[in-house]
């Protein structure tokens, strides 16, 4: 599947939701779900530099795609950096770079957040693509 083909997905799921109320619950669902950072990746070099509380995140190249891990020390936070992961873990480095994150403007999460956190999820975006410009340079 896409980037662009999951983003739509996620999407499509938040419009789903009545109000903000539900989609923070269903946010903090999605980061319950996240597959977690190993234990030994939670260093201080894998922490998203930027963000309000604690968030590590893990990328490993398999197969051409990079996968994604992460964790955080907060709840909501632990939501958004899974939305993020499931948009672009196992996806090829170019694409990792090249796409689009409008998704986050359109399911209206940005506006909902308090400016640190939409800071942190402005540095979380970043971080990945950071990751995929490392591992497409060693492709290269």
Known sequence: ??????????????????????RYQYMIDLGKDLPLIDDQYKTDSNIIKGCQSK????????????????????????GIIAIL???????????????????IDKIGLKEHLSPTRANGLVSMIKQLKMYAIAYQTQLN
């Open 1 to 22: 599947m896409s980037i662009e083909e999951i983003q739509n997905e996620i999407i499509d799921e938040f419009s789903m939701f009545e109000d903000w109320e539900e």
């Open 55 to 78: 968030v590590w995140v893990h990328a490993e190249m398999k197969d051409d795609k990079i996968q994604f891990t992460a964790d955080s020390d907060a709840i909501i936070t632990k």
């Open 85 to 103: 992961i499931r948009a672009f873990s196992n996806q090829h480095p170019k694409d990792i770079i090249d796409a689009d994150t409008d998704f």
